[in-house]
């Protein structure tokens, strides 16, 4: 059985059961996978990751999210989240619910004030569940992202601990 992290609206964030990432990665279309790197990362991770399921415990997806840091304090810090949700959950509501839901986790767990994240500026879809969340669209950062040897430019989205939600 999987456990809980967050709820609503017919959908859920629970942490991963054996196998579940594997499933998601393998059931991905990869349309806005990231180059590999094998060169080690030298700032710390701190990487959390739960998967996204419906009412009836399908498998729709996984959100994940580290500490970013933009000063030398806690004060500074943010959290930078992702998702990724299966072809076949695309469409239902499932992206926006699960954002909403991971930020309404990492606030009440956690004291960081802020959460973001970033998609292409091509990914409409994203943009589309990022607004509906209730992030804020903040700017474009150029060529942040390297993907079939091509820069692609990313919309920074953020919402802050004090934002209307």
């Not at 060169?39 to 710390?44: F, Y």
């Not at 998967?51 to 580290?66: P, Q, Y």
């Not at 072809?87 to 606030?107: C, D, M, N, T």
């Not at 150029?142 to 939600?165: E, I, K, S, Y």
């Amino acid at each position: 059985m999987r456990r809980v992290l967050v709820s609503a609206g017919g959908f859920a964030l629970v942490e991963p059961a054996d196998g579940d990432v594997e499933a998601v990665r393998s059931g991905s279309d990869g349309a806005f996978d990231v180059d590999r790197d094998d060169r080690p990362i030298s700032l710390p991770v701190n990487l959390g990751r739960a998967v996204v399921v419906d009412s009836a415990g399908e498998l729709l997806g996984d959100v994940s999210w580290h500490q970013v840091q933009y000063g030398p304090s806690l004060g500074c810090a943010a959290w930078n989240m992702g998702i990724g949700l299966l072809p076949s959950a695309r469409g239902r509501g499932a992206g926006s619910a699960a954002i909403r839901l991971l930020v309404e986790y990492l606030f009440a767990s956690t004291d960081l004030d802020r959460v973001e994240a970033s998609t292409d500026v091509e990914n409409l879809p994203a943009r589309r569940a990022l607004a509906a969340a209730g992030l804020l669209e903040e700017g474009v950062l150029r060529g942040a992202q390297l993907r079939g040897g091509t820069r692609h430019d990313m919309v920074q989205f953020g919402l802050l601990r004090t934002d209307p939600r």
